[in-house]
Each structure stands twice: as C-alpha cells, then as structure tokens.
C-alpha cells in the first residue's frame, strides 16, 4: 500500500527535471551556432597578414582618383555675356513676338508695324551703346521700361484678339483687310503686266526711248512758251495800264501844267532830300517826287497840305521866288486857311499822286 501511494509524486518530478534540461540546452545551442557563423564570416573577410594593408591602400587611391576625375569632369560655369548681349536677347525674343502677332490674323497691321519700328530703334540703341548698358536686365533702368511697356503692348494686342472688345468696329477693320487685300492684288496684277509686256516691247525699245525724248522735249518747248505766254501777257498788261495812264494824263494836261507849275518848272534851286531845305544845284531842274513825299506835303492832312503850300509858294526864297507859281494859290499871309485855296491846293496834291509814273516819265518831276 506504501509503494502504490509515493509513484505519481516522482514521475512528476522527473518531468520537470527534463523540462529544465530542455530550458538550458536550447539557449547554448543558439549560442553555438552563432558563434560558428561569426567565426566563418571573419575568416572569410580577414586580411592575409602580406598584402591587406597594400589592397587597402590600393582601394584609397582609387578612391581618391574617382574624386579627382569628378572635379576634373565638371563642366566649367559659363561666362556672364558680355554688356549689351542680354538686353539684344530680350529684343530678339519680342521681335519674334511680333513676328507671330503679325502672321495671325485680327491683330492689325498698323500698330504691330509701328511695334517693330520701335524694336527696331530700340534695337539699335543697344548695338551703339553696347558698353554703356547695365549688365543686368534686371536693373532698374530705362532700357527694362521701355522692354516691359513694349511686352505689355504685344500682350494687349494678343488679349484684344482672343477676346474682341464689345465695341469693335467691324467696318473699319473690314475696310482696312480689304485695302490691304486690294494693294497686294495691284501690286500683283503689275508684276504680271510687266512680264507680259516686257518681251512685247524688246523689239520696240529705240523706237520707245525716241519717242519718250521726243516727248521730253515737247514738254519743254511747252514750259518755254508758257513762260513766254506769261511773260506776253504782263507786257501787256503793263503796256494796257501804260496806255490807260497816259490817255488819263491827256485829259488833266492842261490843268496840270497850271496847277503844279512850282513843281514842274526847272530851276537851280530845288527841295533837298534830307532837310526839305531848298538847296541850289549845277543843273535846273524840277522838284523831286521823293523829296516831296518826305517832307510829308502828300498826307492827305491839313498838315500835309499846308506843307505842300509852302513848298509851292516858295516862302523860304520869298520874294525872290524862283518858280513860276501858275494858277497854285498863295494864301495870304503864308498860311493856308481859305476854303477855296484849300481845295485847290486838295486838288494839286491830288493830280501829284495821280499822275505819279506819267509826271517821272515825262520827266516833269524827278523821281
């Protein structure tokens, strides 16, 4: 009874005895092994004690090359352009702008081409200051404004097309397309005459160029008798207005030589053209139209006629007078006042003027 009572306590002893074994064994045999792999593992990659030193040296240096030929290889930066050639690229890059502007259509001709003109100008600005410009197309400078007003406009030009403002005037643009459709079709049509025509005319050509000289001299024998013409036409005139004074002068002759006998009357002793004092001269002689006028006796005045009294009555040589007086008044006293002797010396200033050119070329007065 003993025996049968003390067997399953021992039986489970054992088996936690195996377990414990079980336990500690596993843990060695992992060790084991990772031992054995790190000892192969540092075998094969352990250097031989003659040449591990000169195979690491040997990877450095090559190392060091692929350093160096890397430097070696780099591309070289590129050199800044010199003054000038950026700003000529910004123009360049717009002028293609226009180009395309140009070859689209409803972008209107005349306001690309006044754009390309101030390219063009713009453009040789830069080519002559070419030192002168900033490096930079950045900077602030009159040269980016003038490039960003510019850009802007072609801008405009774009926008405006792909989207037609509400109040475009369709005729105008019309009739511009139109015009410009009809001079390309002239010039066109020309041309074409011209190469027609060309080989007609070839056998013709002397008998054209002496026709054309012929004509060129027609045409100034033309422009010498017009010249002529004209040249008649104010001989006669002249000659007319001659004739009409002269026939004017007969018919107041008479009173004339009554009139202004003082005036016409030769004698030594004439009005001076400087002072109107009378001055005394080699040769008799009338009195000098000029010398009146100066001496202001042909103002249509009271002055003026009291100035052409005392001129014909001769008062500064008075009483040796030496003119005739005929029928011109001498007031009383000198002094022109009389209403009868004012008219009628009204009227010798009036016959003066009228007759000017006759009285000279009669050789009644002096010019």
């Known amino acids: ?146 490039l960003l007003r510019l850009a802007d406009e072609i801008e405009q030009i774009n926008q405006s097309a792909l989207r037609p403002a509400a109040g475009f005037d ?3 643009a019309y009739a511009e397309f139109e015009s410009e459709q009809r001079t390309q079709h002239g010039t066109r049509v020309a041309i074409q005459i011209e190469s027609l025509t060309t080989p007609l005319k070839e056998p013709y050509l002397k008998e054209i160029a002496a026709i054309s000289q012929e004509s060129k001299e027609f045409r100034f024998q033309m422009q010498d008798i017009g010249i002529k013409k004209f040249e008649l036409e104010r001989y006669t005139e002249r000659e007319l207005a001659h004739q009409a004074r002269l026939r004017a002068f007969e018919l107041d002759r008479a009173e004339v030589l009554r009139l202004l006998k003082p005036f016409i009357s030769h004698h030594n002793k004439v009005l001076g053209q400087k002072d109107g004092n009378w001055i005394t001269v080699p040769e008799a002689q009338p009195i000098s139209w000029s010398a009146l006028e100066k001496s202001g006796a042909l103002q249509p005045t009271i002055d003026g006629l009291r100035a052409l009294s005392r001129i014909g009555c001769q008062l500064n040589l008075y009483p040796n007078t030496p003119r005739s007086m005929g029928s011109f008044p001498f007031p009383d006293g000198g002094e022109l006042n009389v209403p009868h002797e004012i008219e009628a010396t009204k009227r010798a200033q009036h016959l003066l003027k009228k007759h000017k050119e006759t009285l000279i070329e009669e050789r009644l007065l002096n010019p």
Do not use: C, Y
């Open 170 to 172: 369709w005729k105008s």
């Open 1 to 146: 009874m003993s025996d049968s009572s003390t067997l399953p306590p021992r039986k489970g002893h054992q088996d936690l005895l195996h377990a414990l074994i079980l336990l500690g064994a596993v843990p060695l045999l992992f060790f084991a092994a990772f031992k054995l792999v790190e000892t192969t593992v540092n075998v094969s990659t352990e250097p031989d004690s003659n040449g591990g030193k000169e195979v690491d040296q040997a990877e450095g240096v090559e190392v060091v090359n692929e350093q160096v030929n890397l430097v070696d290889h780099q591309p070289t930066p590129p050199k800044p352009p010199p003054p000038g050639e950026a700003w000529l690229r910004e123009v360049a890059a717009l002028e293609q702008r226009v180009a395309q502007q140009r070859s689209l259509p409803n972008r209107g001709a005349g306001r690309i081409d006044q754009l390309r003109e101030r390219l063009t100008i713009l453009r040789q600005h830069i080519e002559q200051n070419l030192d002168a410009v900033p490096q930079s197309i950045h900077d602030d400078h009159s040269l980016r404004t003038a």
